[in-house]
């Protein structure tokens, strides 16, 4: 688990399809990034638009600092 996305769905109340759909990206994708460390881009520069507050380089720890293109 991601603890950066458990409190965004905390903190505005989100499913995982509605915070992958801010994000701009599949639930797929989102279950992907909380499992496996697997982020792109794309997911990225979605999560940093839809919620500016988020820390990036703490986020990328926590997901292991993987970094891969879907």
């Known amino acids: 688990m991601v603890p950066i996305l458990t409190e965004l769905k905390y903190k505005y109340n989100l499913k995982d399809q509605e915070l992958a759909d801010k994000i701009g990206i599949s639930r797929s994708q989102l279950y992907r990034i909380k499992t496996e460390g697997k982020i792109g881009e794309k997911s990225i520069k979605g999560l940093k ?3 500016p507050e988020v820390d990036i380089d703490e ?10 293109e879907f």
């Open 59 to 68: 986020f990328l720890k926590q997901v292991g600092g993987t970094k891969n």
């Open 49 to 51: 638009n839809a919620f």
